[in-house]
């Protein structure tokens, strides 16, 4: 079981927004954190998507290019969310989002949210 | 264009041992730490291995400490992962990843993946 707590689906139309949450307890990582997102399509690797954390340097950009920006991440003190705004069926996929323990010194991966478009 | 090939999945025996190699090109190797994870059939992502550019700072998951190593070779442009006294729970996919980050450890993220090499361990 993660530290990071995603739930297991969720899901939308097309065209519609959805979000998906990565939720951490405070004694687990500090109101500092860097919270980053993946998506793995089905069948293939990861790949990074976004970052979500606003402790980012100015200059170092949210994403790589390509990644368009109906994908947007916010963090708060003990959550992040994902949000996929204009949900296409290239949209399904699984989501990932991953931190850093530092009591551990190990990286941690959120459970996966599977994104189906109905 | 950054590439990252895994190889040296396969079928092995309860006990047995496997070594996985990581090829990297597009990039200047030798100045990017690198990680291993895997993701066992229908599961989400475990990290297991972090290396630093040297192969001398390696921090690795504490379940996998005394079975797993990791190590790296600068002028082959790859990364290893030593697997030994395996067992069914290890069967998963393999990936290794390029690290990035803008700061300390807690910044770090897997901004290159490996398209993965599946490890079966069964008798």
């Known amino acids: 079981q993660s530290v990071l707590t995603q739930p297991p689906s969720v899901s939308g139309a097309p065209g519609q927004r959805v979000t998906i949450s990565c939720t951490w307890s405070?004694?687990?990582?500090?109101?500092?954190?860097?919270v980053h997102w993946y998506q793995q399509l089905p069948g293939r690797a990861p790949i990074f998507l976004i970052h979500?954390?606003?402790?980012?340097?100015?200059?170092?950009?949210d994403r790589p290019s390509g990644v368009p920006d109906r994908f947007s991440a916010s963090m708060s003190d003990t959550s992040a969310s994902l949000a996929i705004t204009g949900l296409r069926t290239a949209d399904e996929a699984d989501y990932y989002c991953q931190a850093y323990d530092r009591r551990l010194n190990t990286w941690v991966f959120g459970g996966g949210t599977k994104v189906t478009v109905l | 264009e950054v590439q990252l090939v895994e190889s040296g999945g396969g079928l092995v025996q309860p006990g047995g041992s496997l070594r996985l190699s990581c090829a990297a090109s597009g990039f200047t190797f030798n100045t990017y730490e690198m990680f291993w994870v895997r993701q066992a059939p229908g599961k989400g992502l475990e990290w297991i291995s972090y290396i630093d550019t040297t192969g001398r700072d390696i921090f690795l998951a504490d379940s996998l400490k005394g079975r797993f190593t990791v190590s790296r070779d600068n002028v082959r442009n790859s990364v290893y992962l030593q697997m030994s006294s395996l067992t069914v729970e290890d069967t998963a996919t393999y990936y290794c990843a390029r690290v990035d980050g803008y700061g300390d450890y807690d910044t770090y993220f897997f901004d290159h993946w490996g398209q993965g090499t599946r490890v079966t361990v069964s008798s």
């Open positions: 405070a004694s687990d990582f500090g109101a500092d954190s860097h």
């Open positions: 979500a954390d606003s402790n980012r340097p100015s200059g170092i950009p």
